[in-house]
Structures are given as structure tokens and as C-alpha cells.
């Protein structure tokens, strides 16, 4: 049987793999290398340590994110819909989700950061509070993200009513 020829690629879509079906806490060198048939010294021909590979899967999840994202640019309702978009993602993909919230900048984070930036052009925000806007409404959909699967919200009332609420809540805070 031949050997099978291993990538940077092979190894990131294993790694956000096992994120996805086991949780970003089972992405470990010796996980990885069991799911590809390997020893793990083979996974440092392609790169140095772990860190590098979860800064790796990082960058490719962020991409997906965006993909899911991009699509509400054009939206009646910009930041209502990015939420919806941003959370659904965030609840249905939570290892690929978890995999993209590490790492530093690059273009697709300032791609994903430009979205969300574009989605607030209705208000007259100075830069600063542009950059307070978009931090405060990725931690609130973060923080919806991280209660939900925690099963943090218990009481029998519609999620994405909830979530439709906050969002509305969240922009008048943005028109005072």
C-alpha cells in the first residue's frame, strides 16, 4: 500500500476535524497523527509545534466564518443579520467556531473585523468608537455563542427572539 503523500493541508482539515467531531481540546499532536494513520514526529515535518498548527487551523476556520458571513452585506437589516449568521455558525460548527478564535491578525480576521465595520456605515461613529462598536458586538454574539452551548439559557423563551432583541438593543445603544 502506498504512503500517503502528507500537506500542511491534510493536516489542518484532520486537526479542525477532530475539532468538529470531538472538541477543539482533542486537537493534539498524537490525536492528529492517530486520525491520518501517522507518528506524530512525521506532522513536524510540515510544522514546528502544535501552536503552529492551531494558528494554521485558525486562519482556515476563519475563513469559513466569513464565507458564512459575507452573504449579509447586502441585507435590509446589516447587523441583525450578521448576528444571526455569526451566531449560527458559532452553534452549529462549535469546533470550527473554537478553532477560529485564536490567532493573531491576518487578512481574513481584518476581512471578518471589515464586515462587521461595514455593517455599523449607518451610524456615525468616530473610528474609535467604531473599533468600541465591533469589539462590543463580537463579545455579545461570543458570549450568546458561549451561554447557549453551555446551556446557559434556560427559561422557555425564544432564542432568536432573544437574539433579535439584543441586537436591537445593541443598536439603539449605537444611535445615542
Known sequence: MPRMQLTKTIIINTALSLAEKQGYE?????????????????LYNHFKNLEE???????AAQKQLYEALKSTEKEAQPLLSLAKAYVHFGSSRPGLYTSSLPGGTNEVSEALVQLIADSLTSYSLGESKKIHAIRGFRSMLHGFIDLNKHEGFKLDVDLEKSLEEMVGIFERGLQT
Open 26 to 42: 482533542a486537537v493534539t499532536m498524537a490525536n492528529i497523527a492517530r486520525s491520518l494513520s501517522i507518528k506524530p514526529p512525521s
Open 53 to 59: 498548527i492551531k494558528h494554521a487551523m485558525a486562519e
